[in-house]
């Protein structure tokens, strides 16, 4: 596919030193679930999503050029990557190069600071650091709104961790070229007005997930009976949420939320076979925000491709939520987290 953007070529690099780059990026929580493809090729969701990035578990992630190898070398926390997460990689640095005109091999160093495929969004940072580290590397110029159309490719979710705060995924247009489909879907920051959020996270288990999230939403797609209904309504509580965003109205934020991934959840239990990715662990701590609720607190909970549980309340209420999730799943670990950055390119050796 030819570059969505005019991609011009920075200045050379320093002679003698391989172009590199070095970028950070947050993972993002969906408020307004992503789930199901519309084109798998090229990640183009069915719905628009909405997320907050959160302040905590960065992944950074260095690229650089190799002029001298044959082969990308990939490492994941300092271990050489294999399968599924390096063939991604690899994939990801194809359509990087094929942008920037370029064959040189990399070597990537990502540090993920998240448990990966857990559910906790690490695909989402993994894949918003790469763009952004490749893409500079590369010598691509592109501004967040290319980034994230880039980031898209690796992982739909990464897309919105370009941006910090609240962001909408749009899925763009579903007629015209591909090309066009492909301009069409990219992130945005969106507006949200006196809103101190936190999300309290709790980790019931930190292990790989047993099935992607790409294949699971696929089976919900192919085979649920309950995935159109969803999509249906989850275009009316995307115009909810960013309506509850501007007036900065925590409950209603948290109530969307709630019912869009409970519903999310009910295609996949729907599916032939179900994919259930909710644990006995998952729904005592529901049963705890339900009861927080009852005693006046603002607590929603939103769960993603795992049996980890994010609880939205008030940044003021995140202590006294946390102790209670925590009495509510003792065997895990619980983390607050506030709206953080959006991603981005650090200097290197500073
Ligand atoms: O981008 P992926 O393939 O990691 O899918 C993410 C899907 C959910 O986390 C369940 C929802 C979302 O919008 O992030």
Redesign the pocket.
């Known amino acids: 596919m030819r570059a969505e953007q005019p991609a011009t070529l920075k200045p050379p690099q320093e002679q003698g030193a391989a172009p590199a780059a070095t970028a950070v990026a947050h993972p ?3 408020l ?4 199901g493809k519309r084109d798998e090729q090229l ?1 183009l969701p069915r719905t628009d ?1 909405l ?1 907050m990035t959160l302040d905590i578990f960065p992944t950074t992630t260095r690229v650089r050029l190799a002029p001298e190898a044959e082969q990308d070398a990939v490492t994941l926390g300092g271990r050489p990557a294999t399968g599924e997460a390096e063939r991604r990689i690899v994939a990801f640095l194809d359509l990087v190069r094929e942008r920037a005109g370029l064959s040189r091999r990399a070597v990537v160093d990502t540090e993920n600071t998240v448990p990966t495929g857990a ?1 906790l ?1 690490s ?2 940072s993994g ?1 918003a650091a790469l763009a952004v580290a490749a893409a500079a590397a590369y010598g691509l110029t592109l501004d967040a709104t290319a980034l994230s159309r880039l980031a898209r490719r690796g ?4 897309s ?1 961790s370009l941006f910090g705060d609240f962001a909408v ?1 749009h899925a763009g247009t579903a007629t015209g070229t591909a090309t066009e489909a492909d301009l069409s879907s990219y992130a945005e920051p969106v507006p949200a007005a006196g809103l101190d959020p936190a999300l309290v996270i709790a980790v019931v288990n930190a292990g790989p997930k047993a099935i ?3 294949a699971a ?1 696929r089976q919900t797609v192919d085979t649920s009976p309950l995935y159109e209904p969803w999509a249906r309504s989850s275009t009316g509580d995307l115009a909810d949420m960013r309506a509850a965003l501007i007036r900065g109205d925590l409950e209603a934020v948290g109530e969307i939320a709630e019912r869009n991934a409970l519903g ?1 959840h009910a295609t996949m239990l729907a599916a032939r076979p179900a994919v259930r990715y909710l644990s006995p662990a998952t729904l005592t701590v529901l049963d705890s925000v339900g009861q927080l609720r009852r005693d006046g607190i603002a607590a929603y909970a939103t769960m ?2 795992g049996p980890n549980v994010k609880v939205l309340c008030r940044r003021a209420d995140a202590d006294q939520v946390a102790a209670v999730v925590r009495g509510a799943a003792p065997q895990g670990s619980v983390h607050i987290a506030g709206p953080g950055p959006g991603a981005r390119l650090l200097n290197e050796g500073g």
């Open positions: 993002n929580i969906a307004i679930k992503y789930w990640f999503s997320s559910g969004a695909s989402a894949f992982s739909g979710s990464a919105r995924w992607s999230s790409r939403m999310m993603d491709a």
